[in-house]
């Protein structure tokens, strides 16, 4: 098998089913009773949990190639944007159906009264434009600038990810800042590199 065979055969299905572990290990414990004693909260934070961490290992993966000189992994950053995406749709389903049960007054309330729901509508919006836009055909029709320019959004909704999850925690923060702390990281990266570029121009 040549490079481009094992890529195709063997690395990008193993990513996409390493993907797909969380949503195998939640819906084990929903299946064998492994949610606790309030299962729509042990759910929705489950997903919103790992729609973030997915969100910021996508985030990780441009620096990865820059820094480590591996630039095969361009090649899986869409797949893992979208299972991201995926996550998130999952999380915000599961609050939508399972905790407000389709009580659009309620979520409407929700939105408008609770920054933090705010903040993860923000995010979702950006998510979903971003998965649209995602094929290379979209590359061609938007024209590569308008969509790369576009697709920066990601950072925003990392930022947003991370204030969701730090604004709706009340007591120990350390997990947020942990999360806040990697992001800082990667837009300090990212700043860094387009500071180097328009020196060089
Ligand atoms: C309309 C959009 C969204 C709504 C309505 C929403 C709603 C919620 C709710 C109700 C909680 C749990 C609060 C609690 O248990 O007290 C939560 C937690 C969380 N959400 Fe969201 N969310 C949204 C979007 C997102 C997105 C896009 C992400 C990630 C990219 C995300 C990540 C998280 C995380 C990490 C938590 C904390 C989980 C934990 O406590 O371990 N959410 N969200």
């Known amino acids: 098998m040549n490079k481009e065979t094992v890529i195709r055969r063997v690395f990008k299905p193993g990513v996409f089913l390493l993907c797909l572990i969380p949503l195998a290990v939640i819906v084990e414990r929903a299946l064998f009773g492994g949610l606790g004693a309030n299962p729509v909260e042990a759910v929705n934070r489950f997903l919103g949990d790992w729609a973030l961490r997915i969100l910021l290992v996508t985030l990780t993966i441009t620096p990865l190639v820059h820094l480590g000189g591996w630039p095969v992994l361009v090649r899986f950053r869409r797949m893992v944007g979208l299972f991201a995406f995926f ?43 971003l998965a ?27 930022i947003g990810g991370v204030f969701h999850y730090w604004m709706m925690i009340k ?24 500071k180097i570029k328009t020196r060089s121009l």
Not at 138 to 157: Q, S, V
Not at 177 to 185: D, E, M
């Open 132 to 158: 649209v836009t995602s094929p290379k055909a979209m590359i061609k029709k938007m024209g590569a600038t308008r969509w790369r320019k576009l697709h920066r959004l990601a950072y925003i909704a990392g």
């Open 87 to 129: 996550y998130a749709v999952l999380h915000v389903s599961n609050y939508v159906i399972a905790d407000q049960f389709f009580n659009w007054g309620d979520i409407w309330a929700d939105i408008v009264k609770r920054n933090y729901i705010t903040v993860g509508m923000g995010v979702i919006i950006i998510l979903t434009a």
């Open 171 to 194: 007591a120990d923060l350390l997990l947020p800042q942990i999360h806040a702390a990697i992001l800082a990281v990667l837009l300090g990266y990212r700043l860094y590199r387009s």
